[in-house]
Every structure is written in structure tokens, then in C-alpha cells.
């Protein structure tokens, strides 16, 4: 029989439905039992493609006996962190601040003020690793808080209040200079594996953030190095085990430094920022190979992510079944010779193996290997057989959720690629996830919700990273199409995020104001496998204000960026979007008004030679002559009867220009 989670929108709590563990949704009626039943509350919180989350299902959440346990002396709260992010930033904090390290599943144990004693990720089912089991973990914290309650509450006690006490301030924040932004590059430098690409060591995750930051930093000062390492890094990345070498798209991380073997899930985040990512670096050097996986990548995203009403689908499972029928992760991406040979020959595979790396050994588990692209491009046709032949083997599981904030990453990435590489198609498919994000996530006060499924709208609040990055978004559509009213609804998010989620000295808190109020009111500068909310919005701000002039907005993004002057030249690797952010509002960032009649070839040439800009942030309208359809449009006339260009930044504008080549120095960058 199924138990609370049945009538939930997300995949994740779904999978739990039919567990013999009476989970409940995230809500006060939970908190409500455990009060009237005098028992302590197991948080359990995780999403849908996390791998050792589904293991923990099948050994402890399926199990009949760990189950009944668990029932008889706990209230169960299932959480998708995804749905959640507010819920699971404040207890992940705990976990970390309490263990020095997290992860998910996460494993939490709560009072019925939802004040945490316990912490823990994946426990199995039996001792391991000195690992206690589940069971015994549970056993454990029932004795305490039976027998040994005034400790537990004291523990409790001070967590919150530890807690309490990390809540951010800035004194007097000031932007990032020149010289804060050139240590932030010296930082990187020495963080930087000269010899596999990349930042940091094993498990490695895609730096998209950062190597945003390098293309702006290589724009405005022609840093040669910032290039390299962002060049360098995109080619490792796309040359390794983490790119899909098939069907495009990337991997979450790689397990290992040298970009082999992946973590097979793919997220739409992951996937929207690098398609971008390697868009700008096409855009910088002109590389095929940029162009090739990001144009792959977007396909990859308006094809397999994207949902029957127009929006795009989280994530693809690291899991599916093998040739046995057995669910394990990477069954559907890894190439053994023996496979090859039996859909390519033996000639052809001989040759793909060499290509791919596929040896006898295996790269991967059981003789199976990852496929990588170390050297010379694949023939079409072996991809396409290759192709066509793991079509044919069982797929892995789709997170159908839409989650606004991913959707507004990918709509910038998809209509950026879909202008600089000529595919309309992909802009199409911008918009239909724009218009969803209106018609569905939006009410008419332009509040966000988070989620929805098959049409379905989820009960929880957009947090500042929705509100950031679907205003991100509908700006980058806004530049592409032409369309003001992107710009317009764009306005009414950021007016929202000044409204409801600014604090003191311009700090920014991932809640709104008028929230549920949780233990501590989440707020993280830092960026993880998205841009930081907070930055995210300090970009979004800052584009708005050079459309339209609002001083209000461009205040609130300069106080924003206090946090990347205090961290960007100490943590640079994780704060990328703040420093990229930063280095715009060193350029200017400069305004482009593209006016001339609409589909007119010499129109159509300054506005690509405007979307091509390298120059940090570059805010784009394009129009007739006379619309008022975007701000910088007003007062722009014809030169002589024929379109032209303006470009202004920081109050002075250049001569009028009806000549691209003109228009391309006016936006070098450098200065």
C-alpha cells in the first residue's frame, strides 16, 4: 500500500512511495506527530539519479524489519534536495559542520522543532568499513533519546545555536578591482593540474563557473594564461570519459583526475552551463572542437532533457540494466572490444577501439571501458552505428521534474548557441521553456514556484537561485530575439529578489522573507554545481541596469559583489560566477542598441557582430529605429537610412556605426 509520498510531483519522493516505510512529505503536520507522539524524526534527503541513494533504498528503506523499526520509533521525512534546496543547505551545513564532510543520501536525526542531534550520509545495511549499520544507527538514537534525552537536547541546542552564528556580513562592501580580479587569476594558477587540466585533484568536477570567469578575465586583458587554462581544461573535459562521446552531453564528475571515468548521471544544470561554457570559448578562439560539443551538447539538452510541455527534464540516471538485467551504473554508456566488434566488425572496431580507447583490460568495471576521444575525431558513420546500436539497450531512468532555476540556465545556454551557430531551432526551444516558466511557475505577483511535473506546479517557493537564473535567462533571450518583454519579465523577478531577499549591506539570502522559516535561514555566496544564488542574481542585476538605466539595480549588484572582494582572491575556484560577474562590472559592462528594420541583412549583421562581443557582459537590444520595445533603443535613429550601432558604458557612448567591422573594435574588451 502505498504511504504519504504517493500524491507528490517529484520523481524522487515517488521511488519511495511503495516503501514499508511510512515516509511523510517535508511538512508542519510531520513535525505535529512527532510532538504528539514523543519521538525524534528521521530526515532522510537525497534526489533521483544519486546512485548510492537508490542503494540505500533497496538495502534499508525496502526492508520489512528496518522498516517496522523504524515506523514504530521515528516519524520518517523524505526530502528531494532538488524540490528543497533551502532544507537541505541548512541541515548540510550541520552534517559538515558536525562530521567534516556530507553528501546524499544525507541522514539526518531531528527533535520536533526540527533541531538536529544526529548526523550521517549512507549507513548499510550491515557493519562495514566501521561503518555502523542502519539498524544500528536507528537502535542507537532511540537509547538516546530514551534514556539519555537532556544530552540530546543539549546537543541540539547548540548546533542551532552554531548555526546561528555563521549568518554572513559585509562591512561596507566595495566591487572587485582590477587588482582583486588579477589575485583571483593567481589563485586559480596555482590550483590549476598543469598536466591533466582542471582544478584540484580527484573527484573532479567541471569548473564551469570558473572557466567563465578566465574567457571575461582573457576578454578584458588579453591574459593569455587565463585563456590557455580554460582552453585546455575544455579540451580535457570533452576529450575524456566524462563527455559523452555518442550521444553529447556530459557526466556529473570524474572519479578520477584525469577525466576517465565519469559519474555516469547527467544533470541539465551540468549540461546547460557547459553548453554555454564551450559557446564562449567558440566564441573567443573559434575552436572546432568547441563548437562541435557545444552545439551537441545543446542537442543533447532539446532532445533527451526536454519534456512534452516544452521545459527541460533534470536529470538522466547513472544507472540502467545491463546485458543481465541487472540495474547498475554505467551499463548504458561503457564499450567492451567484443561489443564493438559485434556492431562495427572486426575491422571497423579495431580501428574505433584505438579511436575510443577501448581496451581488454577495460577503463571501467568487469573489462567494460568508458569511451574517450584522446585523438583524432571519430568517422560519422562508426559513431552513428554506435550509436544507433546503445539506442537499443535499456536507458536510463528520467528526473521529469522541471526546476526553474536549471530551466533559465538553459534557456540562456540554448539561445546563445542557437544565435552564434545559426539554429533557430534551438532558440525555439528556449522560448517554449520560457513560456512555460511564465505560464506555469509564475503567478500573477510573478512569484516563482520551484518545480512542476507533466504540467503540474509543486507546492514549494522559488529560491533567489529561481528567481537569478530564470531572470538570467529571459535577459539572454531578450538579447538573442529581439523580444522585450523577456527584458520585461525579467524586471519583475529582479524587482522581487531586491523586494524579498536583500539584507543588510546588501547581502543576499537564498529564502525569502516571508519563507517558512527554518532553523537557520540559508545564505551561501559560494558557487557548487550551479552559480551561487547570490552571485547569479548580482549578474542578473547588473544586466538589467545596463538595459534600462535602474541605478536601484545596479546599486544592488555592486553591494552583491562585497563577498567576492572579501573571497574571490582567497577561494576563487568557488566563487567563478561572483568573479565573472566582476569583471563585467569592471568593463563597463557595455550597452549595444542594434536599430535597423527587422530581417534587414545589414540589421542582421550588427546584431551578430553584437552577440559575438568577448568584451564582459555586453547587455544587447536590437530593434526598428523608433521602438520603444527596449530602453536603449529609445532616441537611436538610422544613420543616414541605414542601421547602425551604439555602444555606451559607464555614461559615454561611441560615434554611431553602420559597419560591423567598426562595430567588433567598439567591442574588443580589452582596455
Same mark, same amino acid.
Given at each position: 500500500?502505498?504511504?504519504?509520498?504517493?500524491?507528490?510531483?517529484?520523481?524522487?519522493?515517488?521511488?519511495?512511495?511503495?516503501?514499508?516505510?511510512?515516509?511523510?512529505?517535508?511538512?508542519?503536520?510531520? =513535525?505535529?506527530?512527532?510532538?504528539?507522539?514523543? $519521538?525524534?524524526?528521521?530526515?532522510? /534527503?537525497?534526489?533521483?539519479?544519486?546512485?548510492?541513494?537508490?542503494?540505500?533504498?533497496?538495502?534499508?528503506?525496502? #526492508?520489512?524489519?528496518?522498516? !517496522?523499526?523504524?515506523?514504530?520509533?521515528?516519524?520518517?521525512?523524505?526530502?528531494?534536495?532538488?524540490?528543497?534546496?533551502?532544507?537541505?543547505?541548512?541541515?548540510?551545513?550541520?552534517?559538515?559542520?558536525?562530521?567534516?564532510?556530507?553528501?546524499?543520501?544525507?541522514? &539526518?536525526?531531528?527533535?520536533?522543532?526540527?533541531?538536529?542531534?544526529?548526523?550521517?550520509?549512507?549507513?548499510?545495511?550491515?557493519? @562495514?568499513?566501521?561503518?555502523?549499520?542502519?539498524?544500528?544507527?536507528?537502535?542507537?538514537?532511540?537509547?538516546?533519546?530514551?534514556?539519555?534525552?537532556?544530552?540530546?537536547?543539549?546537543?541540539?541546542?547548540?548546533?542551532?545555536?552554531?548555526?546561528?552564528? @555563521?549568518?554572513?556580513?559585509?562591512?561596507?562592501?566595495?566591487?572587485?578591482? *582590477?587588482?582583486?580580479?588579477?589575485?583571483?587569476?593567481?589563485?586559480?594558477?596555482?590550483?590549476? #593540474?598543469?598536466?591533466?587540466?582542471? =582544478?584540484?585533484?580527484?573527484?573532479? =568536477?567541471?569548473?564551469?563557473?570558473?572557466?567563465?570567469?578566465?574567457?571575461?578575465?582573457?576578454?578584458?586583458?588579453?591574459?593569455?594564461?587565463?585563456?590557455?587554462?580554460?582552453?585546455?581544461?575544455?579540451?580535457?573535459?570533452?576529450?575524456?570519459?566524462?563527455?559523452?562521446?555518442?550521444?553529447?552531453? =556530459?557526466?556529473?564528475?570524474?572519479?578520477?583526475?584525469?577525466? $576517465?571515468?565519469?559519474?555516469?548521471?547527467?544533470?541539465?544544470?551540468?549540461?546547460?552551463?557547459?553548453?554555454? &561554457?564551450?559557446?564562449?570559448?567558440?566564441?573567443?578562439?573559434?575552436?572546432?572542437?568547441?563548437?562541435?560539443?557545444?552545439?551537441?551538447?545543446?542537442?543533447?539538452?532539446?532532445?533527451?532533457?526536454?519534456?512534452?510541455?516544452?521545459?527541460?527534464?533534470?536529470?538522466?540516471?547513472?544507472?540502467?540494466?545491463?546485458? +543481465?538485467?541487472?540495474?547498475?551504473?554505467?551499463?548504458?554508456?561503457?564499450?567492451?572490444?567484443?561489443?564493438?566488434?559485434?556492431?562495427?566488425?572486426?575491422?571497423?572496431?579495431?580501428?574505433?577501439? *584505438?579511436?575510443?580507447?577501448?581496451?581488454?583490460?577495460?577503463?571501467?568495471?568487469?573489462?567494460?571501458?568508458?569511451?574517450?576521444?584522446?585523438?583524432?575525431?571519430?568517422? #560519422?558513420?562508426?559513431?552513428?552505428?554506435?550509436?544507433? !546500436?546503445?539506442?537499443?539497450?535499456? @536507458?536510463?531512468?528520467?528526473?521529469?521534474?522541471?526546476?526553474?532555476?536549471?530551466?533559465?540556465?538553459?534557456?540562456?545556454?540554448?539561445?546563445?548557441?542557437?544565435?552564434?551557430?545559426?539554429?533557430?531551432?534551438? $532558440?525555439? @526551444?528556449?522560448?517554449?521553456? !520560457?513560456?512555460?516558466?511564465?505560464?506555469?511557475?509564475? #503567478?500573477?505577483?510573478?512569484?516563482?514556484?520551484?518545480? +512542476?511535473?507533466?504540467?503540474?506546479?509543486?507546492?514549494?517557493?522559488?529560491?533567489?537561485?529561481?528567481?537569478?537564473?530564470?531572470?538570467?535567462?529571459?535577459?539572454?533571450?531578450?538579447?538573442?530575439?529581439?523580444?522585450?518583454?523577456?527584458?520585461?519579465?525579467?524586471?519583475?523577478?529582479?524587482?522581487?529578489?531586491?523586494?524579498?531577499? /536583500?539584507?543588510?549591506?546588501?547581502?543576499?539570502?537564498?529564502?525569502?522573507?516571508?519563507?517558512?522559516?527554518?532553523?537557520?535561514?540559508?545564505?551561501?555566496?559560494?558557487?557548487?554545481?550551479?552559480?551561487?544564488?547570490?552571485?547569479?542574481?548580482?549578474?542578473?542585476?547588473?544586466?538589467?541596469?545596463?538595459?534600462?538605466? +535602474?541605478?536601484?539595480?545596479?546599486?544592488?549588484a555592486e553591494r552583491a559583489l562585497g563577498v567576492v572582494k572579501a573571497l574571490g582572491p582567497r577561494a576563487p575556484r568557488f566563487i567563478g560566477w561572483g568573479l565573472a560577474v566582476a569583471e563585467a562590472v569592471v568593463d563597463g559592462p557595455r550597452e549595444v542598441a542594434v536599430v535597423g528594420p527587422d530581417g534587414d541583412p545589414a540589421t542582421v549583421a550588427l546584431h551578430r557582430t553584437a552577440l559575438l562581443a568577448r568584451s564582459p557582459g555586453t547587455v544587447v537590444a536590437v530593434g526598428e529605429s523608433g521602438s520603444e520595445e527596449f530602453p536603449l533603443l529609445v532616441h537611436r535613429p538610422l544613420i543616414d537610412g541605414r542601421p547602425a550601432a551604439y555602444v555606451c558604458r559607464n555614461f559615454t557612448c561611441e560615434a554611431p556605426t553602420p559597419d560591423p567591422a567598426v562595430l567588433k573594435g567598439q567591442l574588443g574588451g580589452r582596455q
Amino acid at each position: 500500500m502505498p504511504n504519504r509520498l504517493a500524491h507528490e510531483t517529484s520523481p524522487y519522493l515517488l521511488q519511495h512511495q511503495d516503501n514499508p516505510v511510512d515516509w511523510w512529505p517535508w511538512s508542519a503536520e510531520a =513535525f505535529e506527530e512527532a510532538r504528539r507522539r514523543g $519521538v525524534p524524526v528521521l530526515l532522510s /534527503v537525497g534526489y533521483s539519479s544519486c546512485h548510492w541513494c537508490h542503494v540505500m533504498a533497496h538495502e534499508s528503506f525496502e #526492508d520489512e524489519q528496518t522498516a !517496522a523499526y523504524a515506523n514504530d520509533h521515528f516519524v520518517a521525512i523524505k526530502v528531494d534536495r532538488e524540490e528543497r534546496p533551502d532544507v537541505d543547505a541548512v541541515y548540510m551545513e550541520a552534517v559538515q559542520a558536525a562530521t567534516g564532510q556530507g553528501g546524499w543520501p544525507m541522514t &539526518v536525526f531531528l527533535n520536533a522543532e526540527a533541531h538536529p542531534f544526529y548526523f550521517g550520509t549512507y549507513f548499510p545495511p550491515e557493519p @562495514r568499513h566501521g561503518m555502523p549499520s542502519f539498524r544500528q544507527v536507528l537502535q542507537g538514537v532511540t537509547a538516546a533519546w530514551t534514556d539519555r534525552r537532556g544530552e540530546v537536547d543539549e546537543v541540539a541546542g547548540k548546533v542551532v545555536q552554531d548555526l546561528a552564528a @555563521r549568518s554572513l556580513a559585509i562591512d561596507a562592501p566595495e566591487v572587485p578591482g *582590477e587588482d582583486d580580479l588579477a589575485q583571483a587569476l593567481l589563485g586559480l594558477t596555482r590550483e590549476y #593540474d598543469a598536466t591533466n587540466a582542471g =582544478f584540484g585533484g580527484a573527484p573532479k =568536477f567541471p569548473p564551469s563557473m570558473a572557466v567563465e570567469f578566465l574567457l571575461r578575465h582573457h576578454a578584458r586583458t588579453g591574459s593569455d594564461g587565463a585563456l590557455q587554462m580554460a582552453a585546455d581544461t575544455c579540451e580535457a573535459m570533452a576529450r575524456g570519459g566524462m563527455y559523452d562521446q555518442l550521444g553529447g552531453g =556530459f557526466a556529473r564528475y570524474s572519479v578520477d583526475r584525469e577525466w $576517465v571515468v565519469p559519474h555516469f548521471e547527467k544533470m541539465l544544470y551540468d549540461n546547460a552551463l557547459l553548453c554555454r &561554457v564551450y559557446a564562449h570559448l567558440w566564441r573567443a578562439t573559434g575552436s572546432p572542437l568547441a563548437r562541435r560539443v557545444a552545439l551537441q551538447t545543446a542537442d543533447f539538452i532539446a532532445t533527451e532533457l526536454r519534456t512534452a510541455e516544452g521545459g527541460f527534464a533534470s536529470a538522466l540516471d547513472a544507472d540502467s540494466e545491463d546485458a +543481465s538485467g541487472r540495474h547498475v551504473e554505467g551499463a548504458y554508456y561503457v564499450w567492451t572490444p567484443a561489443e564493438l566488434r559485434e556492431v562495427l566488425g572486426e575491422q571497423d572496431a579495431e580501428r574505433a577501439a *584505438e579511436l575510443y580507447g577501448v581496451t581488454v583490460a577495460g577503463t571501467f568495471e568487469a573489462g567494460a571501458s568508458v569511451l574517450q576521444l584522446p585523438g583524432a575525431e571519430a568517422p #560519422d558513420d562508426v559513431r552513428a552505428r554506435l550509436l544507433a !546500436a546503445r539506442a537499443r539497450r535499456p @536507458r536510463p531512468g528520467r528526473d521529469d521534474k522541471v526546476v526553474a532555476a536549471w530551466n533559465g540556465l538553459a534557456i540562456a545556454a540554448l539561445a546563445e548557441t542557437g544565435a552564434y551557430f545559426d539554429r533557430p531551432d534551438l $532558440v525555439e @526551444r528556449a522560448t517554449e521553456a !520560457a513560456d512555460l516558466l511564465v505560464r506555469l511557475h509564475m #503567478d500573477e505577483g510573478a512569484r516563482l514556484s520551484r518545480t +512542476s511535473k507533466d504540467g503540474r506546479v509543486g507546492a514549494n517557493a522559488g529560491v533567489l537561485e529561481d528567481y537569478a537564473d530564470v531572470a538570467e535567462g529571459f535577459l539572454a533571450l531578450a538579447s538573442v530575439t529581439g523580444e522585450g518583454v523577456w527584458l520585461e519579465f525579467a524586471g519583475f523577478l529582479l524587482d522581487l529578489v531586491l523586494d524579498q531577499f /536583500v539584507g543588510e549591506n546588501g547581502t543576499l539570502y537564498d529564502t525569502a522573507h516571508d519563507a517558512e522559516q527554518l532553523i537557520r535561514r540559508p545564505q551561501d555566496p559560494t558557487d557548487n554545481a550551479t552559480p551561487s544564488g547570490w552571485t547569479a542574481a548580482a549578474g542578473a542585476l547588473l544586466s538589467y541596469a545596463a538595459h534600462t538605466g +535602474s541605478e536601484a539595480h545596479r546599486s544592488a549588484a555592486e553591494r552583491a559583489l562585497g563577498v567576492v572582494k572579501a573571497l574571490g582572491p582567497r577561494a576563487p575556484r568557488f566563487i567563478g560566477w561572483g568573479l565573472a560577474v566582476a569583471e563585467a562590472v569592471v568593463d563597463g559592462p557595455r550597452e549595444v542598441a542594434v536599430v535597423g528594420p527587422d530581417g534587414d541583412p545589414a540589421t542582421v549583421a550588427l546584431h551578430r557582430t553584437a552577440l559575438l562581443a568577448r568584451s564582459p557582459g555586453t547587455v544587447v537590444a536590437v530593434g526598428e529605429s523608433g521602438s520603444e520595445e527596449f530602453p536603449l533603443l529609445v532616441h537611436r535613429p538610422l544613420i543616414d537610412g541605414r542601421p547602425a550601432a551604439y555602444v555606451c558604458r559607464n555614461f559615454t557612448c561611441e560615434a554611431p556605426t553602420p559597419d560591423p567591422a567598426v562595430l567588433k573594435g567598439q567591442l574588443g574588451g580589452r582596455q
